[in-house]
């Protein structure tokens, strides 16, 4: 289930979202089954195993933001590849597809440098995708003014879907929905669209997330009182 992007003049729809783990049934044991299977995987399993883990716990190798890396480092003991692999950024990427060539480019460099490590059976990296399930929190904001107190409030998974869900969801112009909203009152809030779309979300967690949206917010409307 997928909403429209939220725009217009009219009240923002405040969403909430969570999403749904699904095996693929591929996996693989060391560095060259591993691209092998990047090369044909679904590409929701490629936005889960980047974003997937900023609604869910995380315990092992919290400081690494994707699951490849974190298998890179973990099962491979390959630290070399799960740092270039931790540094990509899919906000940098129009699209998954072309993120998918960048992490292929990445491991067939590393490939070429060592012979495959190979992880033990019970470390063997899982492929899986994600399903994301839509709920409607039936709460709205109406003026834009009361966008930052109602940052501060929203749920995780709402941050989630609004400001990194809705990245795909528009592909023209890769913005939250918040953006988008905003772009609905003309050239009225045009700096404060410029400060939200400056937010990188990928190395962030959601709490952290929804401090710095919010706090963009308020310091906008402090500024222009």
């Known amino acids: 289930m997928c909403a429209e992007p939220i725009a217009g003049t009219g009240a923002f729809n405040i969403k909430d979202c969570a999403l749904i783990a699904i095996a ?3 996996k693989a044991q060391n560095l060259r089954e591993l691209r092998d299977g990047l090369i044909d995987i ?10 997937g883990g900023l609604l869910r716990s995380r315990f092992d190798d919290p ?3 994707n699951d490849f890396a974190s298998w890179a480092h973990r099962a491979l003991n390959d630290d070399s590849l799960a740092e270039r692999l931790g540094i990509i950024d899919p906000t940098d990427y129009q699209d998954l597809e072309i993120l998918r060539q960048e992490l292929i480019d990445v491991i067939e460099q590393r490939l070429d440098e060592v012979e495959p490590h190979w992880a033990r059976p019970d470390q063997e990296f899982y492929f899986t995708r994600s399903q994301i399930v839509v709920f409607d929190t039936r709460q709205k904001i109406s003026d834009p003014m009361e966008l930052g107190d109602a940052l501060a409030k929203m749920s995780l998974g709402s941050i989630f879907y609004h400001f990194i869900d809705a990245r795909l969801r528009s592909p023209t112009s890769g913005q939250s929905d918040f953006h988008e909203w905003l772009g609905g009152f003309g050239d009225e809030y045009e700096e404060l669209r410029r400060d939200l779309a400056n937010i990188d979300p990928y190395f962030l967690n959601l709490t952290e997330l929804r401090q710095n949206v919010s706090t963009v917010v308020k ?6 009182k």
């Open 24 to 26: 693929t049934g591929k």
């Open 42 to 51: 679904d590409l929701g399993s490629i936005y889960f195993h980047f974003w």
């Open 63 to 65: 400081h690494f933001n």
């Open 219 to 224: 310091n906008y409307f402090r500024r222009i």
